[in-house]
Structure formats: C-alpha cells, structure tokens
C-alpha cells in the first residue's frame, strides 16, 4: 500500500502533484485546496468520478483537463453509480485476468457538490452505498448550488441569503434547517464517514488515507468555503474556515462503522457564533434588529449538536 | 391533414435538409482528452517537468490574465513551512525537496490565500499590484514588526 507521508509539511510538499493549474474556479475556492489535497494524501492510481457542478466545469473545459489521473464526468446525480460501475468493471477483470497491470494499486474517488450529494444524487450515493462498492465519495459542500448561481440546496443552513431564498422585508432567507447528511450516511452503517475542513490539513489528509484504505464505501464531507456566494475576499478562505471550525458550526469529526463517533478537532476558544456569520455577505441581514431570534436559534443548535457529539463520543454508540 | 406535419414524417429533418448530413444519428460516446502525450505510468512518481504534457492538459494553459494583484515571493524571509503549498488553490507554488522555490505565474489567479497563510515575520509572500516590477517589489519589503505589548 503506497500512501504519502503527512507527518509534516515539509515531507507532504515533496509529493508530486496530479491536479493542474490553469483550472478555471474562482480564486480562492477551497474545492481546488480539498481536491489536491486528496490526490496528494496517496500515490496509488487514483479513478475518480465526478458529479456535475464547479468543480466538473472549470475543471474539464473544453479543450482542456486538469486532471493527470482517469477521470469521468457524467450526470448531475450519478458520480457514485458511475464509480460503482468502474469499481465492479474493475473487481471482474482483475478475477477474470483481463487487466494489463494488474498489481497496480487502484483506489476509486468520486466528487460530488453539496447540490449533487444531499439532493439530486442522493438516491444514486445511498444505493451506491448499501451495496458496499469499495469507494470513498467526497462532498465539496459550500452549502448552494454554486454553478448556477447561488440557489438554496438542502444543504444550506437557516437564515442564510441565496438567490432562490432571498433575505428581505418579509424573510430571512432560508427558512430551512440544514440536512445532517454524515448522520444519514453513518446510519447506512458505511465503514468510514467523516466530516472534515480543509484549514485543518493534517487532520483532513489523514480522513482521506483512512477513508481510501478502508474497504466499503467511505463519505466525508468537507466545507468549502465559496467566495461568490458567501461573498467575502477570496483571500479569506482558510481564516473563514477556521472561523468556521472554531465556533463549531462545523464540528470535525468522523463515525466508523456507524456507531464509534471521534471528534477530530476541539477548539481551545470556542467563538460565538457571531463572528462567522459575520465575515460573510449572505448573513449580514441577520444582523439587523428583527433578525436577531434567527442568530440566537442557530447557536442554540450548534450547542445541542456538540453537546449531542460529546455524549455520543463518550457513549461509543 | 397535409403531408409533412407530422414530426414523424420527419418535416423538420426535409426543410432543414438534414437527411443530408453525415453523422447526425450516431451516438456520441463524449470526449476523450488525454493529458499526456504518451501512455504514462505511474504519474505520481514522475516529477511534473519531466511528465510529456499534451496540448490537451491545462498544464500548458494559463489564467495570468485573471490577475489584479500578484503575490510577490522573499526569499530571504522564507522559512520554507508550506503552508502556501498546502492551501494553494492553484498549483502554483512551486515546491521542491521540501524546500519553496518560487511562484508559477501562469497558473496564479493571484486570490491572495498564500500570503494570508504566511506566517513569517514579515511576510515572506506579500501581495502586489499586477504591474509591479518584482524588483521594486522586493526593494520595498516591510521591516520585521515588532510585538505589540
């Protein structure tokens, strides 16, 4: 088994790079960040799959692709029936002999965006899921559909503004809570499901070793922070990543086998809530006078999660 | 009813003389782009100057064009952490035997996340405006702050 060495900086950066430049994403998108982070934490050959969204259109634009490994790009839902199929593909050929190097190692991945993963391939990830296919499926959530412009997907959390879920006069933006999509895919009882961010590379880059050593099928989710539609500086994404960890809105922790829940990361400070919704541009309505119940209801969820963590932690069930 | 109403008669395909054109019914399997000239192995043992990069990678395009502010690369203040390797969007920090060599302008869209990352005192990357002079720049690199008490 070839896997890279994290155990610093220094020894990571002597990886050689699979992922190109001159891709066409927004500066400072943290897709790009988690993406070559991901292909560097190995050097097996790596089959990857990916939905339609961002990162699938900036990255394969006609005539040019950035990706140095095979890499499929098919429908909106179906990047974990596609890396399914291919892993099958794979398994038969490898029994029947048919392979030309067949002691290569191989590790299937697929990348899927917040749009793709919690709502149109939802039903394509859960089968893929339940018939146990050896992958790992990693959702970029930046918690709206991005690509088309900002609109509200089931992963974007309450009061935020999207273009589909406007904030103003009569609303505050979304109205939803956001779907818990690792409990979901945990309760499929996968071997390996975890939620991680990308300021906290070590911890990030050993999720992914582990989810591609393990044999099943392995979610993570990790935040991506989008500069557009979160509107904040491109030059803040990893400050509003760690905001975003360190005041637990996203908590980073992984589930194995369904049941044995580690939290990954505790921030020493824990930081209100506040300070996060207010580096970005889609909450900035929540800040006026009527809006502030909205403020208070999130932090009264983020507390109940992380008390509701902890517990689940300590009860190793 | 007159003949070629119907789309089934296919009245579109005639007005348009369709029928005509070669091709028009056959199922495209997509696109293949293959990033390297030659069938390679092992990609990730083979350092990116010496992989056979085809015209179809977008290794050989550039974004330099998206480009309003620059980062500006000091070598002398560079205590070689990474952290701009690691948090790079881009690819374009170029690293070597653990060592930082310098900054691929053809691939930097110039988001300003490596200087932000920089933890040296003063920073070993700072951000410029495009049309600087990296000369200038250098000659004009802040003094080390001193701690706030």
Redesign the interface.
Known sequence: MAITSIKNLKEFSTVNERFEGAHLLCPGCAHSMIVRELMNATDDNLVIATNTGCLEVSTAVYPYTSWDTSWIHIGFENAASAISGAEAMYKARKRKGTLKDPDAPVKFVAFGGDGSTYDIGFQWLSGAIERGHDFTYICLDNENYANTGGQRSSSTPIGAHTSTAQAGRVSYGKKQKKKDMIAIMAAHGAPYVAQLAPNKWKIMAKGFQKALETEGPCFINTVSACTTEWKFNPKDTIHLTDLATDTLMFPVYEIINGTELNILYRPKNVLPVEEYLAAQGRYKHLFKPENKHVIEKIQKEIDAKWEYLQRREEARV | MSKGVLATEKRGMRELGAEKAVGWDVVTQG?L?Y??ESEL????????EE?PYS?????????AS?RVVKPVYNRDVCI????C????????II????QMLGI?Y????????C???CPTNPKSLI?FAEAEEIEDALAKWPEKKKKAK
């Open positions: 696109t782009l990033p390297f192995k092992d990609v990730a043992h083979i350092r990116p992989r015209d179809f990678n977008s290794y050989t395009a550039t974004v998206w070689d952490c990474q952290n390797w690691v948090w790079c969007p881009d690819t374009s690293s070597r035997d653990k691929d053809d691939h930097c869209k110039g988001c300003g996340v200087a932000e990352v951000m």
